[in-house]
């Protein structure tokens, strides 16, 4: 498989085409449901990204644990996805679709790792003046990471405002070779 840019051409390509018929609401719960089931059904989510060399196996699957529960618009790229081998991407469309519909609105995803939990306060400057920076609005979602040590690590798009102490302790490091 190609990677992210296909996972992001499918949620796109649904994205579109449920706006287009006006069935953005159904597919935003579909989207709920698969993002579900992969979180509690690792047997799913692991049928998913193991290869097969039975496509008539992989279609039965999708027709017993995704198409009674979901939209026909979300079936069929499912459908579409299996045959064309990438079936190992449905686990990571529902971020993708998400990621797709923030950006027609507009909306900039925004990470922010920890190494301990922030106060409100904190995180609200945070957004904030990444809020400021962007120029848009912004959705974010805090990780607590320990391997920070201090500080906080920032990233969007393709960009990072590492102001860890790890980070710091790296640059130094670098520095001094």
Not at 33 to 61: A, V, Y
Not at 140 to 160: A, D, E, H, M
């Amino acid at each position: 498989m190609n990677g992210i840019p296909v996972i992001k051409r499918y949620a796109r390509a649904l994205y579109e085409a449920g706006k287009d018929a006006g069935e953005l609401d159904s597919i935003r719960g579909d989207i709920a449901f698969i993002d579900r089931l992969m979180h509690e059904g690792p047997e799913i989510k692991r049928f998913c990204l193991e290869s097969h060399n039975n496509r008539t196996k992989e279609f039965d699957f999708i027709r017993t644990a995704f198409s009674p529960y979901i939209s026909p618009f979300t079936a069929r790229m499912i459908e579409a996805l299996c045959e064309n081998n990438r079936l190992s991407a449905v686990p990571y469309i529902p971020a993708a679709f998400r990621e797709q519909e923030d950006a027609a609105k507009g909306i900039e995803a925004v990470e922010i790792e920890s190494a301990n939990e922030l106060t409100d306060e904190s995180l609200s400057q945070i957004e904030s003046r990444m809020q400021q920076r962007l120029g848009v609005k912004i959705r974010t979602k805090v990780r607590i990471n320990p391997v920070l040590i201090g500080g906080v690590r920032i990233t969007w798009s393709n960009r990072t405002i590492d102001m860890s102490l790890r980070g710091r302790l790296n640059a130094m490091k670098k520095l001094l070779k």
